[in-house]
Nanobody
Framework: QVQLVESGGGLVQAGGSLRLSCAAS????????MAWFRQVPGKEREFVAR????????LYANSVKGRFTMSRDNAENTVYLQMNSLKPEDTAVYYC????????????????WGQGTQVTVSS
């Protein structure tokens, strides 16, 4: 089992920045894939970014490429999502997710989920 706890959401004006954190505990192995998704009520869950904990490239959704950066702190078992140049359309509940195995951008492939954190960007 992997437990994920997100933090860092909030209200920010358009053009501002926020950093989300996802603290992982439990079974953390080198083959784990970490990802961020977001969801607006009434809409489908959207992939944001992902990487393998062991290293390699980070994949970003086109909608956030160049504005969001996903990173990790191995000592703290924490994954971050730095969000810059935020837009009102970035408003959503953001979820941290994990799976053991191959990298995927599909939410259904992820086994472990955090509780979500609300990000609201005002215009």
């Amino acid at each position: 089992q992997v437990q994920l706890v997100e933090s860092g959401g909030g209200l920010v004006q358009a053009g501002g920045s926020l950093r989300l954190s996802c603290a992982a505990s439990g079974r953390t192995v080198s083959s784990i894939v970490m990802a961020w998704f977001r969801q607006v009520p009434g809409k489908e869950r959207e992939f944001v970014a992902r990487f393998k904990w062991s290293g390699g490239t980070t994949l970003y959704a086109n909608s956030v490429k160049g504005r969001f950066t996903m990173s990790r702190d191995n000592a703290e078992n924490t994954v971050y999502l730095q969000m810059n140049s935020l837009k009102p359309e970035d408003t959503a509940v953001y979820y941290c997710a994990a799976r053991i195995g191959a990298a995927s951008s599909k939410g259904d492939d992820y086994t472990f989920w955090g509780q979500g954190t609300q990000v609201t960007v005002s215009s």
